[in-house]
């Protein structure tokens, strides 16, 4: 039963502070929420992004050895000559998609009503794998939390999102047979060449 008490302290249901209203901040905002699939789409949109520059920095300061691979005279592969220019813009480019992909990171947390600080998780090893997974399959809250209310997930980030889970399964795939294909390598006593 309602008071009409002039004085009484008004009562306010958080839940529905941003009924109706969804987040519109800017993706590169580390004081937004991201779905899933937004948040899939932006690692692959930014993750490509990052390396076609690389490579177009290697080819052109680099000389091209990073698209012509070289061997010894045992048919080892020789690591690319990478010149300076080359190497300071694969850093620059390096370090700018790291800082962007920790706002990403944010982002994802605040989804489920967790601490950005939680992003620092990232910087240990192999339990950033398993925190990265957590992050691809974790729900975030269907309504508004501490960090605002959902943002939605526009049709072009969904259909860029569902690309980057395929080149995910693809990479990891890869990585799998690779990794069997050096220990079959390794079983037969390296001799896998022609002899």
Not at 41 to 49: D, F, P, R, S, Y
Not at 153 to 167: A, D, K, M, N, S
């Amino acid at each position: 039963m309602e008071s009409n008490n002039p004085y009484q302290t008004p009562s306010t249901d958080v839940s529905v502070q941003y009924h109706g209203e969804t987040d519109q901040t800017s993706p590169f905002s580390p004081s937004g929420r991201f779905g899933r699939l937004s948040y899939i789409a932006w690692i692959t949109i930014v993750g490509v992004i990052s390396n076609i520059v690389s490579t177009i920095a290697s080819a052109m300061f680099g000389g091209g050895e990073m698209l012509v691979p070289t061997f010894d005279g045992q048919g080892m592969p020789v690591p690319p000559d990478i010149h300076g220019a080359a190497l300071a813009v694969v850093s620059i480019v390096s370090l700018i998609t790291l800082v962007v992909f920790v706002v990403f990171v944010i982002r994802r947390c605040h989804d489920f009503n967790g601490s950005g600080w939680l992003s620092l998780i990232a910087l240990i090893p192999l339990v950033n794998l398993v925190f990265f997974i957590y992050l691809w399959f974790k729900r975030g809250d269907e309504g508004a939390n501490d960090y605002g209310p959902p943002r939605v997930t526009p049709t072009w980030e969904t259909v860029v999102g569902f690309i980057g889970v395929v080149l995910i399964v693809a990479m990891l795939v890869l990585v799998v047979v690779g990794a069997i294909g050096a220990l079959m390598v390794a079983a037969s006593g390296g001799s896998g060449g022609i002899s």
